[in-house]
């Protein structure tokens, strides 16, 4: 039996490459649903080749361009954000892959788990707004959530055969992005296009300016405590530039176990596929002769101040990471249009934590509050600062 995969986002970077790992095990998964938010031509293309059960665009104003140019085909078309979160509960479906960007993943991603279906989790948003609750929800489903972010993909690599061995450290490489070595005074003039250009890693536009900003990797830490259920403390950043190790864990006899590759996310998204089995690929080798050194820096939070403010975000817990998460969207796409500087976006997020209600153990409907409130006072902090 095929498995059948969800794709949320499938025509964006996680998305096509998910794509890339059906084609390359056609015996073994099938893409039943795809999904897209706005890039119809691209969703059509991707329907016509995999020939899915269904397909959703979120923007509704292109169903009717996406339903006349599948008419031929037995494909079930539907539209609309609703429509996106109903889909990942039908039957056939075994795994849901979350590769769209941001909240929006949050709705989809519970009623995946409420249907019993294992999550392949890109969106780390959703852990971020309210890993709680998550957490709690596939506890009470059964349901697995398997990383695809290729820190935690490698972190989870780690543990397997360690049942019932604490962890002492988890340890989050990061490539320290375009800006790793750039000073205070010329990281108050980088540029948008400058950020968009990330030194290892090809990616959606928002995680690649999370990346530059740090706060990508702020929010992975606060992905692997509710992934692997260890404490703050327990969870250390390291620079590591060549982007080779993509993670460590550290075990309580002082073992550190690392899982190394080439950049590449088709490893992590296939290994979330296949989990427990590791199936043949063909995606390039890591050649030593190439990668002669392998160099490590700590952080320095005093110029990437994002990733300080997402530690005090999972110190204070509750709902003050679904705070950062909403005034870091606002204060990105703000950055991606020139409405506020490099630097600037720091400072807004930390506002907005100052300012929002803080609230210790947040319901369902707190965090949709949350979400909303934060935004509008990003958005207010960004025109009148
Ligand atoms: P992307 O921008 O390349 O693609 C996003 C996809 O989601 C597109 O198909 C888009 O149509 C869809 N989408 C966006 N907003 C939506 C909305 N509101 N409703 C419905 N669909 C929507 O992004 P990406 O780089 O593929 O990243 C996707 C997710 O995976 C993010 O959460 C990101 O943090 C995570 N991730 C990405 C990478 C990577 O290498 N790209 C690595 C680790 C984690
Ligand atoms: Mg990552």
Redesign the pocket.
Known sequence: MKKQIAI????????TQALQVIEEHPDRYEAYVL?????VDELIAQARKFRPEAVVI?NETKYAQLKEALADLPIKVYAGEEA?CQIVAEKPIDIVLT????Y??LRPTMNAIRAHKAIAL????TLVVAGELINELAGENGTPILP???EHSAVFQCLTGEIGNPIEKVILTASGGPFRTCSMEELQHVTKAQALKHPN?D?????TIDSASMMNKGFEVIEAKWLFGVRPEQIEVVIHPQSIIHSMVQFEDGAVKAQLGMPD?RLPIQYAFSYPDRLKASFPRLDFAQCTSLTFEQPDIRRFRNLALAYEALHQAGNMPCIVNAANEVVVAAFLRDEISFLGMSDVIEQTMQKVSYIKKPTYEDYVATDLEARAIAKQLIQTP
């Open positions: 949320l986002g499938s025509t964006g970077s996680i998305g999904t897209a938010n706005n890039r979120a996106l590769a769209m960007v941001g929006a993943g890109a969106n780390k948003e695809v972010d290729s890693w990616m959606g536009a928002k995680i996310m």
